[in-house]
């Protein structure tokens, strides 16, 4: 179910907005789970542009936005490992 | 051209071009990292931010003249779904709502041959133009100091065209729908309303022309809404749906977003239908200005150099620009350039004569006709919006 929610996301991103050349993120742990749900939507640009400077905090309050506001569809168990990636990779220093 | 082709080749153009720009330093470190010259199809030359929605902000070079040209304003989206122009020949108007008496579907040529054209020249400023330059950093688009342009827009009142389909007594607010959306259909639209009063006044209008031309695809083709003295926000483009609403317009876009705390920054029509005990709706530019003939770091002849800008505010027009070189002790008027109107950048200009070598500090404060200063230090909120602080140029004399 997961995996056909978002391969239908992705088939609709991708007919009907290019999917532009993506920034090369950072690697570490969690990085295929962002790169698997955060571009659907949107550049993975975001994520560089937003850094380094969110709390653990403020980037689960941006997680959360994106799944509760803009229902990105976004596995539920995926995301302590989207936040883990974007905290210790993009977050404060 | 499909809207894939046309992706596709602006990628191409701006993965061609090196990032030979020197990003503000005061940007996040991460930010200056992603962003590169580039630019959409139909303009050039512009900082590229993402391009997925596409939000690409003006360089300096093109704030010089105080009319910006079509082909380097900057662009601005939320959802990335954005309807080629093959699909916006089709465009249709659709006014209606529970405020109005009757439903009208208008077409561009209805528009031009049933309304009395106008033209008005205004700043069309982003919330959040500067928000890349707050300390500390906040969360959004991390713009530097090209999220705005000054154009001559031409369209229809507004008013008239909500007259024409009947202002029900009990209207309270105007609501825009625009043809772009997002990729997941539960995403919430974009849609923005605004004040019944402030759709009625005479200076909000349904705008085509952009400086003499067609609006460019990027900007809102075919017909955007120009709300000359607020933020952009309210501007929506490619403009297909209006709605005089009886009610509040209750989407993401109005309830949460675009908020500042209530009482924060001054503005002549509080949106009074949209102020809850905590906040309310951001409305009316901030009095500003900015140097464009100079940056920091620039060398300048100690025998006496030109410095040179713009200001401008939310509608009521420029009263002075001064300038110290004292570190605001003492503050000496620049000249005014043309008037262009009370909505719209205002240049102006200074001799500096420093008379010796060495560092020279100018510090650059607008005051607008209703007494509005500059602040001295940036008002904090949450969302990064109205960063308005007095700038102060580090330059070198030789």
Redesign the interface.
């Known amino acids: 179910m997961r995996t056909a929610l978002i391969a239908a996301a992705l088939a609709l991103a991708v007919t009907t907005v290019a999917r532009a050349e993506e920034p090369e993120l950072r690697p570490g742990p969690g990085r295929d789970q962002v790169m698997d749900n955060c571009g659907a939507c949107h550049t993975l640009a975001y994520i560089p542009m937003n850094s380094p400077f969110l709390t653990q905090a403020q980037w689960t309050a941006e997680v959360n936005k994106m799944v509760d506001v803009f229902h990105a569809p976004i596995a539920r168990e995926d995301i302590p490992a989207i936040i883990a990636y974007l905290t210790a990779q993009y977050g404060a220093r | 051209m499909r809207?894939?082709d046309l992706?596709?080749g602006?990628?191409m153009l701006?993965?061609s071009r090196p990032a030979f720009a020197q990003f503000d330093p005061r940007l996040?470190?991460?930010?200056r990292?992603?962003?590169r010259m580039g630019a959409p199809p139909g303009k050039k030359d512009l900082i590229e931010?993402?391009?997925?929605?596409p939000n690409y902000e003006t360089p300096l070079d093109a704030f010089r003249t105080a009319i910006t040209p079509n082909d380097r304003f900057f662009v601005r989206y939320h959802l990335?779904?954005?309807p080629d122009m093959d699909e916006l020949r089709d465009w249709r108007l659709e006014i209606g709502g529970d405020g109005a008496e009757r439903s009208l579907t208008l077409t561009l040529d209805d528009l031009r041959r049933d309304f009395a054209p106008v033209t008005i020249a205004a700043v069309c400023q982003c919330s959040g133009n500067r928000r890349g330059l707050f300390q500390?950093?906040v969360?959004?688009?991390?713009w530097g100091i090209g999220a705005m342009g000054n154009a001559r827009w031409t369209g229809v009142r507004l008013r008239d065209v909500l007259v024409r389909a009947g202002v029900k007594p009990g209207a309270l607010e105007v609501a825009f729908n625009g043809a772009d959306s997002?990729?997941?259909e539960?995403?919430?639209d974009f849609l923005k309303s605004i004040p019944l009063a402030r759709a009625m006044h005479p200076d909000t209008l349904l705008a085509w022309e952009m400086n003499g031309e067609a609006l460019p695809h990027y900007n809102g083709f075919p017909l955007r809404v120009v709300v000359p003295g607020w933020t952009a926000t309210y501007w929506m483009k490619h403009v297909n749906r209006i709605a005089l609403r009886t009610t509040p317009e209750d989407n993401?876009w109005m309830k949460?977003a675009y908020r500042v705390p209530r009482g924060l920054f001054p503005t002549d029509m509080p949106f009074a239908s949209q102020v809850t005990t905590g906040n309310e709706p951001i409305t009316q530019i901030m009095v500003n200005s900015l140097v464009t003939n100079l940056q920091d770091g620039a060398r300048v002849p100690a025998a006496g150099f030109d410095i040179e800008g713009i200001a401008w505010d939310g509608g009521h027009g420029i009263r002075t620009v001064e300038v110290s070189t004292d570190r605001g002790q003492t503050w000496r008027p620049a000249t005014l350039g043309e008037d262009l109107g009370p909505y719209a950048f205002r240049s102006w200009t200074m001799r500096l004569q420093p008379g010796r070598a060495g560092p020279v500090q100018a510090m650059v404060r607008a005051t607008s006709n209703a007494g509005q200063v500059q602040v001295a230090q940036l008002v904090p909120n949450p969302a990064g919006y109205h960063h308005n602080v007095i700038q102060t140029l580090e330059v070198t004399a030789s």
């Open positions: 809207r894939r992706l596709a602006a990628t701006a993965a996040p470190e991460g930010t990292q992603i962003a931010l993402t391009d997925r929605p990335s779904v954005i500390p950093h969360p959004g688009v991390e997002a990729v997941v539960e995403t919430p993401f949460a």
